[in-house]
């Protein structure tokens, strides 16, 4: 039976979307229908393969619905990215990575990443373009990837509560590294050799950043110890003033 409703998220307009109520339950559940016949349609036949009215009928939504939700391809794709980064962020926590420094489980855990977007390469091909014609309207969509992937960096780095400015920077030049490298590998320019190679070195950078905070908890550390020391020097001089 084909399913009409109204969604929460009813405009295609970032700053309403953003705004609208949450979904209830039984708009989740069909959400993930949606975006689980797209994953499918984008499997067998790549970014083309995926037509609104065929994703309509393979998830039994109505037509009007399934804008309602996603008013375009590219916002269902996008959508689709994110849900799979999802899934790949649930595998990962039951199986971390085991490097012996940050950048080392970071580029471990893109790397497995990777091997899981490989597997299914029109899947990626077609997000992955998604992503490259993404315009404004699709903002709140591609934020939501960006903030998956930032979720998924930042628990290979140990789950990093509060990490500093330049530790987020970090973590964004290794997100468009690895968004960079699986684009061109799609497109043939590039060998999974090379891709590992990129990896790898921009997750060093995860280590510097790592480094430098440490050193500078240290210094505060340092700091915050001198003063006390000051302080404490400070009372017994007075009082030792005070003494007739």
Same mark, same amino acid.
């Given at each position: 039976?084909?399913?009409?409703?109204?969604?929460?998220?009813?405009?295609?307009?970032?700053?309403?979307?953003?705004?609208?109520?949450?979904?209830?339950?039984?708009?989740?559940?069909?959400?993930?229908?949606?975006?689980?016949?797209?994953?499918?349609?984008?499997?067998?036949?790549?970014?083309?393969?995926?037509?609104?009215?065929?994703?309509?009928?393979?998830?039994?939504?109505?037509?009007?619905?399934?804008?309602?939700?996603?008013?375009?391809?590219?916002?269902?794709?996008?959508?689709?990215?994110?849900?799979?980064?999802?899934?790949?962020?649930?595998?990962?926590?039951?199986?971390?990575?085991?490097?012996?420094?940050?950048?080392?489980?970071?580029?471990?855990?893109?790397?497995?990443?990777?091997?899981?977007?490989?597997?299914?390469?029109?899947?990626?091909?077609?997000?992955?373009?998604?992503?490259?014609?993404?315009?404004?309207?699709?903002?709140?969509?591609?934020?939501?990837?960006?903030?998956?992937?930032?979720?998924?960096?930042?628990?290979?780095?140990?789950?990093?509560?509060?990490?500093?400015?330049?530790?987020?920077?970090?973590?964004?030049?290794?997100?468009?590294?690895?968004?960079?490298?699986?684009?061109?590998?799609?497109?043939?320019?590039?060998?999974?050799?090379?891709?590992?190679?990129?990896?790898?070195?921009?997750?060093?950078?995860?280590?510097?950043?790592?480094?430098? @905070?440490? &050193? +500078? !908890? #240290?210094?505060? =550390? $340092? *700091?915050? %110890?001198?003063? @006390?020391? &000051? +302080? !404490? #020097?400070?009372? =017994? $001089? *007075?009082? %030792?003033?005070?003494?007739?």
């Amino acid at each position: 039976m084909i399913e009409v409703d109204r969604p929460a998220v009813e405009s295609s307009g970032p700053a309403h979307r953003s705004s609208a109520p949450p979904l209830t339950e039984r708009q989740r559940e069909r959400r993930r229908r949606i975006l689980r016949a797209t994953a499918r349609l984008a499997c067998r036949g790549g970014f083309e393969a995926v037509q609104m009215r065929e994703v309509a009928e393979s998830s039994q939504v109505a037509l009007g619905t399934l804008y309602r939700y996603f008013p375009s391809k590219v916002h269902l794709l996008v959508a689709t990215m994110q849900d799979q980064l999802e899934r790949l962020h649930g595998t990962l926590r039951k199986s971390p990575p085991t490097g012996e420094t940050a950048g080392d489980r970071v580029a471990q855990t893109l790397m497995r990443a990777f091997g899981a977007l490989q597997r299914e390469p029109r899947l990626a091909e077609a997000m992955a373009r998604a992503l490259t014609f993404a315009d404004r309207s699709v903002s709140p969509e591609v934020d939501q990837v960006s903030r998956q992937t930032t979720a998924i960096v930042l628990d290979a780095m140990g789950g990093l509560e509060n990490p500093t400015p330049e530790q987020l920077s970090a973590v964004r030049v290794v997100e468009h590294t690895w968004l960079s490298t699986l684009i061109t590998w799609l497109a043939g320019r590039t060998s999974l050799a090379q891709v590992r190679v990129d990896i790898e070195t921009v997750c060093r950078l995860i280590d510097l950043t790592e480094a430098e @905070a440490e &050193a +500078g !908890t #240290a210094e505060a =550390g $340092t *700091a915050e %110890a001198g003063t @006390a020391r &000051a +302080g !404490t #020097a400070q009372v =017994g $001089t *007075a009082q %030792a003033a005070e003494t007739p």
